[in-house]
């Protein structure tokens, strides 16, 4: 189950690969999951490209496998759980960045994992 850990925005060079890097240290990461910005149609627009350099740098500097990961919609899914479970205004604003993230490593999670059996 992925959990929140903590939010970075890429574009803050050289401090966004720096707090990669520290996450990476303190939870003892495998691997790197990076959001992936395609436009709803599967599009590749700049936000992609960028995801695609960010991903890159990442796995040049720290020499870990890195997975971009398509985070279409998971803002909007992010918004309603968090609306669903009672988080109002302020509160949701500060948090859906990090419960989007959630989501983006679950789609990664569960796409390696492969289709649940059947119950019963």
Known sequence: MAVPVGTIHAGQPPHDVRAVAALVE????AGIVVGYPLGLSGALGEAAHHAERFAGTLRDFLGLPVVLQDERLTTVQAERDLAAAGVRGR??????????????LQAFLDARRGPSPPPG
């Open 91 to 104: 509160a949701r604003r500060s948090v859906v960045d990090q419960a989007a993230a959630a989501l983006i």
């Open 26 to 29: 303190e939870h003892h990461a």
